[in-house]
């Protein structure tokens, strides 16, 4: 290695080079919140591409177009008589975390289409990043492989058929997973 002195560069040449190739080691050992980011932008580009300015069906269109009506609504679906209370149905998984999402968007004024991308992408690197985080806490696989398992995770036909149609189903799967650190 060459010696640099303080506020001096290290002369660009083949060390340099080879140090800031991306190599799958290198990705895993970022932070994960780092790893979350670049997922989360990846994921944003395409999803903000794939038909800009429309919103896609989602099973609770409320929740995306009117959050703050949809909250105001499900008090009266409140059953305190079970487990310290609970929402009946799938209501819960709309109500925490996809709602408050939603309406800060909407305090936000950012357009529905748009929030409804950064919610997609949101899911999809904590799937991605959980299932890298989980690889590596188990011990399971090298860094490439556990890469590939984030990539497939977060591809797989099941999972974006689900995000696509009813995201807060998807939400549970991808709590426990991104709890890999426990």
Not at 58 to 85: H, Y
Request: charged share 15%.
């Amino acid at each position: 290695m060459i010696a640099v002195e303080r506020g001096q560069q290290e002369p660009a040449g083949p060390r340099t080079a080879q140090r800031l190739r991306l190599t799958p080691s290198r990705l895993t050992g970022l932070p994960d919140r780092s790893l979350f980011i670049g997922v989360f932008l990846v994921a944003l580009l395409i999803f903000g591409c794939t038909a800009a300015g429309r919103t896609i069906a989602d099973t609770k269109l409320g929740v995306d177009i009117a959050a703050r009506e949809f909250l105001t609504r499900l008090w009266s679906l409140w059953n305190p008589l079970e487990w310290f209370g609970t929402l009946t149905d799938q209501y819960i998984g709309y109500a925490l975390p996809m709602a408050p999402f939603f309406l800060v968007g909407q305090l936000l004024h950012i357009p529905v289409w748009l929030v409804e991308r950064l919610w997609l992408s949101a899911l999809v690197a904590t799937g991605f990043t959980g299932m890298v985080k989980l690889a590596r806490v188990t011990g399971i696989g090298n860094d490439a492989s556990r890469l590939a398992a984030g990539a497939i995770f977060a591809l797989w036909p099941v999972f974006s058929i689900l995000l696509g149609s009813t995201s807060a189903a998807a939400v549970p799967g991808l709590v426990e997973i991104g709890r890999a650190h426990v």
